[in-house]
């Protein structure tokens, strides 16, 4: 009985691993031109962190060049399909409208209201900055269905302006927040926090499983799934109930401590790619692309450790290697929160528990 129960409560979806947005404009002869408009900086994602660098009214959402998971969702009645990152550092869903005219939204899934039986419109508006760009849209209601649980009556963006060339190549349409309920527009309840509402999960907990692989990720509600385990699980209390916040003890390169000396804060974050610093916080040389973007170095440079320490608990996180040379899994940005984003991720199987407001992290297959 109990494991019949399970199969109902705990639902997991499959993700897709998309190619990065980086090598898109690379093939396209875009990247240059790009870098020269829009200045990069991680930071820019997380105001409510960093209040000194960016504007207190924006809301926090998809700020990273290299987004690579994203599963389908539907909305309205019948479904419309659409292709969404779970962001776990936003607390926001929105999608594109058919009433937006930005090249971003013509190249991507739009949802059309007129088409749904269940849409209800209201008088809220969603304005969303971020360090490459901006949405602009409209807050509307209608079901949502997210793997097999269907949520109704959740509040949603459709965007109606999507300015600027990032969104016109990514492979996603929207942006489906997993944050607390702090961090999204005023009056909108955020989708997880609607699913435990209804009571349609069987725990106020959601999990994270990134493979290296096209196949094979997954978002796990309401369960965890220890197959995707190797050893223990490690929980870590959560600091701040806004983005998924912990504390960590030091920062390691080699052994040696090289920032945080005396402990700092950082993000777990499936909407950022790389791992993020304050700027010469990484203690090592390393090649830096354009913009702090990562880069490229001889192999010879991934032999560097890099090593974030929480209590009782080292975590490596390694670089990433491509036919002989490597490209840092690191960047710098603004502020002194540390963002540990896919790399780290898909290293360690990632639990976020609401219901106790802890993170855990478990070695991954």
């Given at each position: ?82 292709t969404v990152v779970f ?134 509600f309401g369960g965890i ?101 490597c490209m840092s899994s ?36």
């Amino acid at each position: 009985i109990s494991r019949l129960f399970f199969l109902v409560a705990c639902a997991r979806l499959p993700l897709e691993r998309g190619k990065k947005l980086r090598d898109v404009l690379r093939e396209k002869d875009l990247l240059h031109q790009f870098f020269q408009h829009h200045h990069y900086d991680i930071g820019t994602k997380f105001p409510h962190a960093f209040p000194n660098g960016t504007r207190l009214a924006t809301e926090p959402l998809l700020n990273t060049l290299d987004v690579e998971y994203y599963g389908t969702i539907s909305i309205g009645t019948p479904p419309q399909d659409f292709t969404v990152v779970f962001d776990t550092g936003s607390s926001d869903l929105w999608v594109p409208s058919v009433s937006c005219t930005s090249l971003a939204c013509q190249t991507h899934q739009m949802f059309d209201p007129s088409q749904s039986s269940t849409y209800k419109s209201t008088e809220l508006t969603l304005s969303i900055h971020y360090g490459t760009g901006e949405m602009e849209g409209i807050v509307g209601s209608d079901t949502v269905t997210v793997a097999s649980l269907v949520d109704t009556n959740q509040l949603f963006g459709l965007s109606t302006a999507e300015p600027g060339p990032f969104f016109v190549n990514v492979r996603f349409d929207g942006i489906l927040g997993l944050g607390y309920p702090n961090l999204a527009a005023d009056g909108i309840t955020p989708v997880f926090d609607n699913l435990v509402n209804q009571s349609l999960l069987q725990e106020n907990l959601f999990s994270v499983y990134l493979s290296r692989e096209a196949a094979g990720s997954v978002v796990i509600f309401g369960g965890i799934d220890e197959s995707y385990v190797t050893g223990p699980i490690n929980w870590i209390p959560v600091s701040y109930q806004g983005y998924w916040q912990v504390s960590m003890d030091s920062i390691l390169v080699n052994s040696q401590e090289v920032a945080c000396a005396g402990g700092c804060q950082a993000i777990i974050d499936t909407g950022t790619s790389l791992v993020a610093g304050g700027p010469g916080h990484l203690g090592f040389p390393r090649p830096l692309g354009r913009q702090g973007m990562g880069g490229h170095g001889p192999a010879e440079q991934c032999k560097e450790r890099y090593q974030p320490t929480f209590p009782q608990l080292p975590f490596p996180a390694p670089m990433q290697h491509d036919q002989g040379s490597c490209m840092s899994s690191f960047q710098d940005t603004s502020g002194d929160l540390w963002i540990l984003g896919d790399v780290f991720i898909r290293v360690y199987y990632s639990i976020f528990d609401r219901a106790n407001n802890r993170v855990g992290l478990a070695k991954a297959v």
